[in-house]
């Protein structure tokens, strides 16, 4: 069923129509969520499994039985999941991954590039499709998945104030292109509202492409910066 947030919509995946939500709206296995740019929604089931849907993101309902899968499409979901029985775990799939999910609270984006899983209760298990490597990502871990880089499981970093741009050329919405230090590894996560995001010498040459509404504390851009 459908929680009510701000306006939302559902696409038929037969009829490529859209059709607006309602609050309790039961919602099909094969159906086809789509949450505009200035909207959320949010799916419950039975057993008190949540999934927070955020804006701008497609998410289809494969299965709705004892064996819940969500196929997450483009954009974010933030998920606290009840616990499932062993034979039966709940399952995400993204273009590039897939979790498996026994009982736990995540949050799972798909970019351009990259498909992101950070932990905050329990533990899930990500495959990355194309080579079926697989992590188990605990409580307080994150993942960055990119193509031809080893999966690894490490922890949420401390509260950041500032992010700063590396690797030159890219997609905002990339975390591989965000530091928590100034020429540092990529993969951190992306600034909010809540921090500076930074270009430095150490950012890289090449145009950084803004592909999603941007709110940060603060834009500094350095006089050293390419």
Do not use: C
């Not at 209760?121 to 031809?148: I, K, P, S, W």
């Amino acid at each position: 069923s459908m929680s009510r947030r701000t306006p939302r919509s559902t696409l038929s995946p037969h009829t490529r129509l859209f059709r607006s939500l309602r609050e309790r709206d039961a919602v099909r296995p094969g159906a086809t969520l789509g949450v505009p740019q200035d909207g959320r929604l949010k799916l419950r089931y039975p057993d008190g499994t949540t999934v927070a849907l955020g804006a701008g993101t497609q998410l289809m309902v494969l299965q709705h039985a004892a064996a819940k899968h969500l196929k997450l499409e483009k954009g974010e979901i933030e998920a606290d999941v009840a616990k499932q029985a062993s034979a039966a775990p709940m399952t995400v799939s993204t273009p590039r991954a897939e979790v498996n999910v026994l009982g736990t609270q995540f949050k799972l984006a798909v970019h351009k590039k990259s498909t992101r899983l950070e932990v905050t209760e329990g533990r899930v298990r990500f495959t990355r499709l194309r080579d079926r490597q697989r992590v188990d990502v605990a409580a307080g871990q994150y993942l960055v998945a990119h193509v031809g880089r080893r999966l690894k499981a490490v922890p949420l970093p401390e509260t950041l104030s500032a992010y700063y741009w590396v690797g030159g050329s890219g997609y905002w919405s990339d975390p591989a292109h965000w530091s928590a230090t100034t020429g540092g590894p990529g993969g951190t996560d992306l600034p909010g509202r809540l921090h500076d995001a930074i270009f430095d010498a150490r950012s890289g040459t090449g145009a950084v492409h803004v592909d999603r509404d941007v709110e940060v504390r603060d834009l500094i851009v350095r006089k050293d910066a390419s």
